[in-house]
Each structure stands twice: as C-alpha cells, then as structure tokens.
C-alpha cells in the first residue's frame, strides 16, 4: 500500500490524475486489499528482534529445563508445569492484544509449544503409550519414535486452535515443525512395526509433498502469509528423503538431478527461496558426484565445471536485474491447470 501511495503520488505530479482520483482509487484497493496488521504495528524491526529473539530463549529454555530435571519432577510435575506456562502466556497473549499485534501473537506460540511438553507429561503420568513408551523427553529432539505421535497431533491441533487468536506468520512454525517431525515419526505407525529406512524415507518425501501442497492451498486463502514455514518444512521432508534415497542407477542419480532442477523452477514460480536453495543443493550435489566418481580421471572436466559454475553466476544476475521478466517466463511456460492452483497474485506477478 506504501508503495502504491508513491505511484499515485508521482501520477498527481505528471498530471496523470487529479488529487481526487488518487484518494478515490487508494480507496478502493483498500477495500479489496485490507491493510496487514503486522505491517500496522508500530513497534520497530529491533523491539520486534528482541520479541523474537525472547520467545525462542523462552522455548529453547523449557526444553533445556525438561532434559535436566527429569527424575525431580516427572510425568504429573511436567504436565503441570507445560500447563501453568502456557496459561501465563494466554494471559499475557490477551493483554498484549490491542497494544502489540506481533507480541500478543509470539505468546501465543510460545503457549503452543508447551503442547508436546505438556502431553508427554500427562502420557508418562499416566503410563499411557499408544504405540511405545519414546523414553525421557529430552530424546525428543533426537530420536525417530512412534511414541512422539500423540505429542505431534497434540501440538498441531494446538497449533491451528491458536491460529484464531495469532496473527502472524511465526504462528504457523510450532505447527510446521511438529508437522515435520510426524514425518519421520509417522512410519512406524503406519506400518505397524520398525519399518526399513527405505519407507521411512518415501512417507518423509510423500509427507513433504502433502505440507507444500496445503501451503499452496493456503497461501490462496489467507492474507497473512501462514504458508512460508509450511514450505520450509515441506521442501525439508520431502528433499531429505529424496536425497537419503540410495541408488547404484547412474539414470536414477540423473532423475534426481532432473528433480532438482524441477525444484528450483517451483521457486521462481511460486516465489519461495526455499525451493531455490534445496534445489541448488540438489544440483550442485550432483555435479559433486560426478567430478568425484564418474569424471574423476577427465583433464578437461573442471574446467567444464568452472565454466558451469560461472554461468550459475551469471544467470544470478540476470535473473537479480530481470526477474520480473523471468515471472512472466515461467508463467507464459506454465500450463494453465497449474497457474490456475496458485494463489491469484502469484498467478499475476
């Protein structure tokens, strides 16, 4: 809106339009495009960094107050502990409301991520394992087990609940991230047993895919951009699995070069960085293989390389000075039944 109040700033100095008209047209983009509140709070980008900056120490620290004091509060003292947490959070969630649009929201995730805290705490209380006893919460973090499902499914329907009342984008990490985690810790639920690493790493790929479709999907819905961190962890699953995939197929290694090259394409059309880097990391993973296995005794293969590598570098700057023109490439490329999934400004950009 800042910048279409410049424009139409420059066109009443052309003569382009008068005053009138400008206020009438802001007018009505406002209607269509309401103003973004995040963007409404006043707070400056460094009391925001400290905001954020606060919530993850707050979280970072339960984890590390859990991994220590175990054995002197266990199951019913954790529970108790995750709920009283997550109520002063709400608390101070409601009070911050009118006053802090992105504080009054961080509490909110902060409460959130008390969920699989809290869960574990009243499972082991309880003695109540519906797949296997996981261990001491600390292993969390560390080790793929069916027995963190419940605390997934938890926090993720926390996490949505609490959409309702958060309005920012970091809502949607503690429900990503708990999303990501099911990934791996889905398998043996779904086979219902210790599976082979090969299927774990399929259910992580088709996982993957399921996060970055409901990001798309989202993203068409919402105005505030929940979707970034479901992208992140969905690109995360599924290019983890797919790059852990082992294969002796020289042609199987070159459909995973395809694929990311695939990927870094979804970046440019969907506009998310994340699907860029993987991508290049994919690539440029492969490229790593063959100089080191197949070309390792060619003379004239890295120079052939350097000369790749500097013509990455170039199409960085094409695609940093041109990159509108690069949009409308990919779009004017992209059949029709795919632009029509995307979310309409990713279509129009």
């Keep these: 809106m800042k910048d279409g109040q410049q424009k139409m ?12 008209q400008a206020e009438a047209l802001l007018s009505f983009w406002q209607q269509d495009n309401p103003p973004d509140p995040i963007q409404a709070d006043v707070t400056s980008p460094m009391s925001r960094f400290l905001y954020y900056l606060g919530a993850l120490i707050v979280i970072a620290a ?21 709920v009283g947490y997550a109520m002063i959070f709400c608390l101070m969630a409601r009070y911050f409301r009118q006053k802090s649009v992105v504080l009054s929201g961080l509490f909110v995730v902060m409460a959130v991520c008390m969920t699989p805290l809290g869960v574990f705490g009243l499972q082991a209380g309880l003695n109540l394992w519906p797949y296997e006893d996981p261990g001491t ?7 793929i087990r069916g027995g963190w499902f419940t605390m997934e499914v938890a926090t993720i329907a926390a996490g949505f609940f609490s959409l309702r009342y958060s309005r920012i984008p970091f809502a949607m990490a503690p429900i990503a991230f708990a999303l990501w985690f099911m990934s791996m810790d889905i398998a043996p639920v779904l086979s219902g047993a210790d599976p082979d690493w090969t299927f774990r790493k399929q259910v992580s790929m088709g996982f993957g895919l399921l996060m970055i ?3 798309v999907w989202l993203e068409r819905r919402q105005q505030v951009d929940y979707s970034k961190w479901l992208h992140i962890f969905g690109a995360i699953s599924f290019w983890a699995g797919l790059s852990m995939l082992r294969s002796d197929s020289e ?5 995973y070069c395809l694929i990311n090259v695939f990927m870094m394409f979804c970046g440019v059309l969907l506009d998310r960085k994340v699907f860029l880097v993987f991508g290049g990391v994919g690539f440029f993973g492969y490229l790593g293989y063959l100089s080191w296995n197949v070309f390792k005794d060619s003379i004239a293969f890295p120079f052939w390389l350097t000369g790749l590598g500097l013509a ?11 990159n509108e023109q690069i949009q409308k490439l990919v779009r004017s490329i992209t059949p029709a039944c795919i632009l029509a999934l995307l979310p309409e400004r990713r279509r129009a950009a």
């Design 213 to 215: 479709g409901a990001a």
């Design 251 to 255: 042609f199987s290694k070159f459909i």
């Design 9 to 20: 700033a420059r066109a009443v100095e052309a003569g382009i339009i008068t005053p009138d």
């Design 137 to 143: 919460y600390k292993n969390f973090y560390r080790y």
């Design 62 to 82: 339960m984890s590390w107050l859990m991994n220590t004091a175990w054995d002197l509060f266990h199951g019913f003292g954790i529970f108790t502990i995750a």
């Design 312 to 322: 990455v570098v170039y199409l960085g700057w094409i695609y940093h000075r041109k």
